[in-house]
């Protein structure tokens, strides 16, 4: 979250981190706005999964450059002009280049997020990828990949079919968008109504299964709360609002 020109803009992780703590939201808003300040902090472990995870990303990158794939990269600097950046992106893909590499995507209502990759398939349309340490899907990444393909299905007429996790442990997985939208577009518009009210009451829970690693997005049972649920083997571990 950021204060462009009087307004504040918004990326996919201020939505995961809403849905997770609107508390967190709250007084990132409020660091935005200039009415509170950022505490410093040195977290050395969280700075080792930074790189690590930096790693794996340019890893992952060379392995499409041996492969042959030709490689957009974008990037922000020196100028840090997202508008500029995202017409950059937009002319790639026009252009079919087989991968363009930290994409900008910026929507119309001024929500914005940096893609890891936006690979072009056979039917020259782009799907998203995101490389992530983990070894397994997590809800968060499918929220941020549903951004990324809103945008690309705006920029080439046409939704991707899937998006996709570059997990640590070298296995893709992979999920198909229209599982999710209607979550997705609900929680992104109820966002919008107030960042400084608790997160209001919502109709649908997405359930995370990574064995096999599926995806679900599905209404609770009659009179339930809302939830995001992660279901490993046996263990569920639910997420609430």
């Not at 410093?40 to 992952?60: I, Q, S, T």
């Not at 990759?117 to 941020?144: C, M, N, S, W």
């Not at 997705?184 to 109820?190: A, D, E, K, Q, V």
Request: glycine content about 6%.
């Amino acid at each position: 979250m950021q204060k462009r020109q009087g307004q504040l803009t918004f990326s996919p992780s201020d939505l995961t981190g809403y849905l997770a703590c609107p508390h967190l939201i709250q007084l990132e808003r409020r660091v935005a706005l200039g009415q509170l300040a950022k505490p410093e902090a040195e977290n050395p472990e969280a700075e080792l999964v930074k790189r690590k995870g930096e790693e794996h990303e340019r890893a992952y990158l060379e392995r499409l450059r041996a492969a042959g794939k030709t490689v957009a990269e974008i990037s922000l600097e020196p100028d840090h002009d997202w508008e500029r950046a995202a017409r950059e992106t937009r002319q790639a893909i026009e252009a079919q280049t087989d991968v363009v590499y930290q994409g900008v995507l910026v929507s119309d209502d001024g929500w914005r997020g940096i893609a890891d990759f936006l690979e072009r398939q056979a039917d020259g349309t782009y799907e998203a990828v995101d490389t992530k340490l983990a070894r397994h899907a997590k809800p968060a990444y499918i929220l941020q990949l549903l951004f990324y393909s809103e945008e690309l299905a705006r920029i080439q007429g046409r939704e991707p079919a899937r998006m996709h996790v570059e997990l640590g442990s070298g296995e893709r997985a992979s999920y198909r968008p229209d599982e999710f939208a209607a979550y997705y577009r609900r929680l992104r518009s109820r966002y919008g109504v107030d960042p400084d009210d608790p997160m209001p009451d919502a109709d649908v829970r997405v359930v995370l299964v990574v064995r096999p690693t599926t995806l679900l997005a599905r209404s609770p049972a009659a009179g339930g709360p809302p939830a995001i649920e992660r279901v490993t083997g046996e263990r569920r571990t639910v997420y609430r609002p």
